[in-house]
Each structure stands twice: as C-alpha cells, then as structure tokens.
C-alpha cells in the first residue's frame, strides 16, 4: 500500500515529536502509531488494535460462526443455489479453521485480558522466537515491538515481560512454550495462551503435574 | 411554600408540582430548571429518571443530593473505543460506587440500565439485595460479571419485569441461573439472553414464558433449537419482539408447517433477531410475519443474496435492516427494490480480517436508489468511490447518522486514486440534518475543511488514519458548534489541534485521542486553562516520555477520578 502522508505535514514546528530516525527507521513515512498497520504477506489487517471497529462480542461471534459453518457443510444441509453459496464460504474459512488435531497450521490464540481470541498460522513459523515476536506483534503493542526488532529474544519466551506464553497440549496439559523441540512441540499444541506471568507459577516448564491441572483451568475461568 | 406578595407571577407550589410530573423530556426538563428557583425546585423534586451519559461527569452524591425521587437511572462509563480494545482493562467506570450510594438515597429504585460500565457478581448481588422494588435490569457492553450475578438478580428481584443483556463481556460459568427465577414470578415483559453462549435450562424458561401473561420481548441464546423454539412460541403469541435460537439442528418433534404456524399465530410480531446458522430450508417459517415486520436483524446470519431475496420481498414494511456482507451487491440490490420504506442500514463484515469483496460502491448505491428515506447508515466495506458517496447523498439527503468504514486504513477512491475528501464532502453539503459522522478512507485536510463549514449539526464524530495536519482537526472543532463526542485515532494532530478546541470542551461530552501527535506537555496545557475538565492521559507502556498516547478529555463538575487506576494520570 502506497502511502504519501507525513506527520504534521504543514502544522508547524512541534511536529518534532517522532524525530528523522524514527521515519528512517520505519521507512515508509509512518507515524510510529499508524505503523502499527503494517502490510503483511496476507493483506494485513490484522496488525492493528480495534480496526476494523467491529465490537469484540461480534468478532467472538463470527468466529464460532465460521467454526459452525465447517460442520454444517460437512452435514451436507442444503442443496440449491443459496447454501452453495454459503458452502463456498465455508471453504474459504476452513483455510483459516481452528485446527483441533494437534497437527500444524491455525491455532487459536487467546490473551489474558483480551474477550478476542485470534489465530496463529503455526505453518509459517519454523522456530520459537518467530511465533513469539509474530504474536508480540499481534497483542501487544506494535510500537514496542519495533523497537525489540534489535533485540535476540521475545519477552514472551525469555521472562521478562509481565506475561509469558503457553500452549495447552493434547492430554488438556497447559505448559510453558519453548522446552521442547520446535517438531514436537507443533505435534502437540491444540492452542496457545499468553497469560499473565503472576498465573503462570503453577506451571512447570517441562511437565505438568496431574493435581495442577485443575487448578490452571480454574484460573481461566476466573479471568 | 407560599407564593410570595412581592412576586405576584409566581406559581403555586403545588401546580408546579403536578405540571412538571408531566414532563417526560430529560431535555425539556433541564431548560425548565434554568428558569428560576422555583422550577429548578419543582422540576428536581418530581425527577424519576436521570442519564447521566459520562459516569464521571458527575458524583453519585451530587446526582443523589439534586434528585431525591430517582426511579430510574441510565449510567455510560467507558469511552466507546473500549469496544475495541483501545482502553486498558481496569480503566474504571465501576458501578458499584454508584450502587452504595443509591442504596441509601435511592431504596426504590426501580430501573438501571448500564453502558460500558464495569459491573461485578458481588455488585449484582448487591443491586438484587438492596433494592427491593427493583423491576428492570439492561446491561449493554458491560464486563466484569458471570452467570453467578444473573442468579442473584433472577433469585431476589422478586419484582423483575425486565432483564435485558447485550453484547456483554459475561463470564459464562454455564450453571442454571434460569432455574433460579421463583415459582411465582409472573411479572416478567422483557427477557434477553442471546448473548449468553451456554445452555439455560429450558424446563424453566419454558415455564416461565408460560407464567408470565406480559412477556413482550424474548430473546435466546443459540442454545434453544427449532424445536424448542416452537414451543416458546406457542406460548407467547403476544411477543412484539423474538430473537431466534439456531436453525442449525433440524426440526424432530415437529414439521415446518408446525412451526411455521406457530410463528402465524404472533401478529404483534414486529422485530425479529438471532438465526444462527440459518439456511434456506428454515427461512421460510417466518414468512407469515414478514408483512409486520419493522425491524429485522440477520447480522449473525451467513445469507447469501438469494435467501436475503427470499425473506425481504414479503417485507414491505421494514424499516431497520442489519445484514452481514456475506450478501453481497446483489443482496442490497434486493433491499432497494423490495424495501422502499427502509430508514436504517448495517451493513457488518462477516470476515474483518479477510480482503475478499463483501460489499462494494455498487451495493450502497443500489440501497440508495430504492430507498430515499434512509438516515441512518453503518457500512462497513473494503473499496469506495467519492462519485458513488456523493450520488448516495443527492438520492438520500436526510441522513441523521453516516458512518463508513472503508476497512483498509487509509484506503482511496479505488477508481480515481484520490483521497475520500468529495465523498464526506457531499455528505456535509447536502444532508444539513446530520448529527453523528464516521469517517474513513483516505483523507486529507480538505475534508475536515468541508465538514468544519457544513456540518453545523454535528454532535458525534469519529475519526481514523486521516487528515494531513492539524489544520484537519482544527476546522472541525472550530467549525461545528454543536459537538458532543469527539472520537480520533490514529491521526496526524498535536497540540495546537488538541487546543484549538478550548472553547468547545466545556460543551462537550468527551473527547479521545489515541495515536496522536499530542504531548503531555500540550495537555498540560490544556488542563491548566480549563479547570472544569479532567485531562486525563492513559500511560502507554512501550510509550516515549513526552508523547501522550490516550488521552480522554472531558467535562465534570466531580473534579479528577479518585479511582484513578496507576495508569491513568490527570493532569
């Protein structure tokens, strides 16, 4: 997408807020805040925070919907032009279906604090710290985002960050992201969680002990 | 109090009185109250019911002290963009403040109704155990409460007519909260649940919908199936308002026809709502009240433009439309032909994050050409012209409400390549009568140019990704003197815009800027020259020192929040 805005173009002097550096750096001319919205491989909307303005409860909604789609197309309900025209839709969601396998590609993200859950394409990550900053990217704060491109390792995986990310295995375990190879990891993730660090400590990094497991459960709940 | 000699125009007490129980308009009622002593006492004495738009505009004990005869309040807390996730959890706009002191000043209270407030299980309890008269209950937009406060409203209120929930953040614990509504309460007229995602117990909703002779409006959740839904029908054929359950399983214990009939025998029918997953197979049950129908709402409905053709030629009386794109151009070329009357229009993406074409320039022209009594427009779409804008202006010059969101940030005339400037243009230039604006698209400051000199009754705008400096911004706060809501996000405008509205904010409701230009040194500013606002800045983590990111100005007489959380600063 072509852009040709500039910050404060003719407003005066105090459009110095976002210096030189920070438009070099950015290189298309952005303010920092409207980079946020940045073009990716899919068409990109889903970078920014609260656009396109459509409620959560709705978002929530339509994604049960396209969940509820997939199964009515499998039941084969219908048969004339207007559910061939909703069949084709399923289609294109099921590209983006929340996979329940365990197998790679879409998983459903869901964030402490956050009613909307989004979606992940494992597929397109081949280690840990990509999806970590990818998902850095999609729930927290663009613009601090930018500004780690120079550091090694996401916040989400190091500690760091006041949350940390986890994964729900096949046997409903919720387990800290990052201790086990990359391979295995995509064979047993069913979805993934970035939850609050302070909930976390019930959880160990490389097992989870059968008696937590309620426990981690309750604390979703409670949310 | 008697009329006093010197002042022979003065009424007496008691017509006053009688006079103002009269008078309904909250509006008509706060210019009496200017008047002099006398009616501004009359006029709070016999208040029932206050809105009070901004929580923190004012203190409970200040609405408390002015009004002593409250029976229903309508309370807004957060700003809207906290519908989408623009404002931190744990913001504020916590009810239960308000509740404590109404408990006290207020012990019959008989109506709350709340928007974007904060609400808690304990503070639902609270409300069911403190007011024991309390009739009606409407959570909009509201989080913070789980099933659990729905089972301490349906167990205490023993008096409840209503209970109306929508679109709410709700903990769903499941668990059986219908069942908790007593045997004996027959009082219930309006009951709404479709936001609720787990099952009720359908022994007790079916027999409370038996029990209550009065029930009005019913909306479930998508839990309830055909069957079921059959069932309710049935017994309420006085329902003036039916959200539907799912369509999805199909029917077992009836036909089509049965259900079908059903829905014939419900002649005040005239607002319907829900059909999860609704296909051509079932449609054709609610055939018998399309004639009646004023309101239809198929926004969670996967349609095509063939079963929306199906359903809207046997509704010659419509006058609210929501749809989801799904239907496409052809579809909103079935709403102008077959819908002549139509005043309102939504139009919502069925797949935000997807760029296929859902609805097009084509689409809202077709609409416009059949139906010229539209005012009121909410169309979400991925490419828009100005030529198309501006010919839905000239076929449909009463807008009240415009808002377009062309969904890529920054997006122009996709034919031309120029920016949006002409299409909002048009709108301002030829609808004289509108009061809430939502732009979108590519913009530059022309446009706030235009809407800054022709839209004099503007009161709510929203803005996003647009304008070239703050000029933009300026023209718009300088030039439309009946603002209320100023929403801006996302644009290039710093301080001299923030300031160029001084003389404005005292008047308003409430202005929010997000991804601004504005430092905490221009609001600084601001809050020193205006004393009656609080200038309040929400502290961004990863934010530079200097810049504020989320500032949310508005007008109190409460003076700064006390329950500021840490991230809130008022300067």
Redesign the interface.
Known sequence: METTFRLSGGGGGDGGDYGDDDELELGLGLSLTSAAYAPSSNGALSQVVGWPPVKTYRMNSLVNQAKFSKNEEEKGVGGNDGSKKKKKNSNKNDEKMVKETGHSGFVKVNMDGLPIGRKVDLNAHDCYETLAQALEIMFLKASSSIRREKQQHSRLLDGSSEFVLTYEDKEGDWMLVGDVPWRMFLGTVKRLRIMKTSDANGLAPRYQEKNQKPKSKQLELRR | MDPDLTKPWALPEEFLKRTFALINSDKDRNSASLVCKDWYNAERFSRRHVSIRNCYSVSPEIVAARFPGIRSVTLKGKPR?S????VP?DWGADVQSWLSVFAAAYPFLEELRLKRMAVSDESLEYLAMNFHGFKALSLL?C?GFSTIGLEAIVTHCKNLTELDLQ???I?D?GGDWLSYVPENLTSLEVLNFA?LDSEVSFDALESLVSRCKSLRVLKVNRKISLDQLRRLIELAPKLTELGTGSF?EDLVSSSVTELESAFSKCRDLHTLSGF??V???YLPVIFPVCGNLTFLNL??A??????LE?ILTRCKSLRRLWVLD?VGDEGLEMVGSCCPLLEELRV?????????LGVTESGFLSVSNGCPNLHYVLY?CQRMTNAAVATVAQNCPNFTHFRL?I????EPDYLTNEPMDEAFGAIVKTCPNLRRLSVSG?L?DLAFEYIGNHAKNLETF?V??AG????GMEYVMRGCPKLRRVEI??C??????LLSGLAQYESMRSLWMS???V?TDGCKKLADEMPRLNVEVIK?????D??A?KVYIYRTVAGPRTDAPPFVVTL
């Open positions: 963009f519908d989408f996730n623009l959890e937009s989080d679109e709410n953040g903990d614990l936001a999805a999860w997953d296909t051509l197979l926004s969670y996967t349609l095509g433009a063939i079963e199906c799904t919502f993406p069925a797949d935000p994050f997807n760029q296929e979400f969101c969904m890529s940030p920054g590519r530059t929203s996003a990704f070239t400096s703050d000029l996000r996302d290039p405008f710093g301080d001299n815009a991804a601004c230009n430092t961004d983590d990863g934010g530079e200097g810049s990111d």
